[in-house]
């Protein structure tokens, strides 16, 4: 049996789709199953990172568990709170989900709030596995609505470049270090095959919806504001700047080969992502 947390976002509903393709025995935890939309097959339970109780419930019985709780600098103790309900559940192995540049001094705050949890998996006794991946090619759905609206897509970096990747490497990388002790004990760095800027993920995706898409930086300030009006703490838009000043200076302009070391093939291109997802850019 295979646990996964967080299964109904980006990475963690595709990591629930590839292993029920396989056949595999799949548990899908979410706060809210009466809404979770799922493959057949695919077991869901209640779990909620505030209730202890429902997690370890949901961990009984479980081998291997996909984590991935951080959401921001006020939930720094969730991980550690999962991993050690995990290992008292007789859970073996555990993958989590962090992030790149997690341990970086010149990111700031920003890249401490993973480190708990890395380090409370390392420390666990149990065998597993960190995946660290780069800027989510999914994260310019967000520009879906200006698109619709024939308005500029904000860029927050700048001409910053990143090794954007598909979320679907992502979770095939974490579906084979879910599977077996192969990748016990290592830490990947997840890239895609290319270095792109916001303007450059622009151009190709304006290349697979036939027309060309205007980009406009949001300055600082704005970008603050926005956040702020969001309800973000104070602390959450400071570290979410110290991120965006990061990539715009050049310190994320990383690409590995770990994916294809896990996967054997290359990542997905950006562009092929685009192609995949163009039905989300058009009119409603």
């Known amino acids: 049996m295979i646990l996964v947390t967080g299964a109904t976002g980006t990475i963690g509903s595709e990591i629930v789709r590839q292993l029920a393709a396989d056949g595999g025995k799949v548990r899908a935890v979410t706060r809210d199953p009466a809404r979770a939309r799922v493959p ?26 996909f984590l991935v709780s951080v959401l921001g600098p006020d939930d720094l103790d969730a991980d550690r709170a999962l991993v050690a309900t995990a290992r008292d559940a007789g859970v073996r192995r555990v993958v989590k989900l962090s992030a790149i540049g997690t341990g970086e001094p010149g990111l700031g705050d920003f890249s401490t709030w993973h480190l708990p949890g890395e380090n409370a998996v390392r420390d666990s006794g149990l065998e597993w596995t960190i995946l660290r991946p780069s800027s989510f090619a999914s994260n310019t759905l967000s520009w879906a609505d200006p698109i619709r609206a024939g308005q500029p897509v904000p860029n927050l970096t700048g001409t910053g470049i990143q090794g954007v990747i598909d979320p679907r490497d992502v979770a095939a990388v974490a579906v084979h270090a879910l599977r077996t002790s192969e990748h016990a004990g290592r830490l990947y760095t997840l890239t895609g095959p290319e270095l792109l800027s916001g303007p450059d993920q622009a151009a190709i995706l304006g290349a697979a919806l036939g ?27 400071e570290g979410a700047l110290a991120g965006q000043a990061y990539i715009r200076a050049g310190g994320n302009a990383v690409l590995t080969a770990d994916v294809a070391t896990v996967l054997g093939r290359p990542p997905h291109t950006y562009a092929a992502w685009a192609a995949a997802n163009v039905a989300a850019f058009a009119a409603r």
Not at 52 to 59: H, L, N, Q, T
């Open 40 to 65: 057949a097959g695919v077991e869901v339970v209640r779990g909620d990172y505030t209730d202890a109780a429902s997690m370890a419930a949901a961990m009984t019985g479980a081998e291997a568990v």
């Open 211 to 237: 027309r060309r898409l205007e980009v406009a930086d949001i300055p600082h300030a704005d970008a603050a504001e926005h956040m702020r009006a969001a309800g973000m703490s104070a602390r959450f838009v």
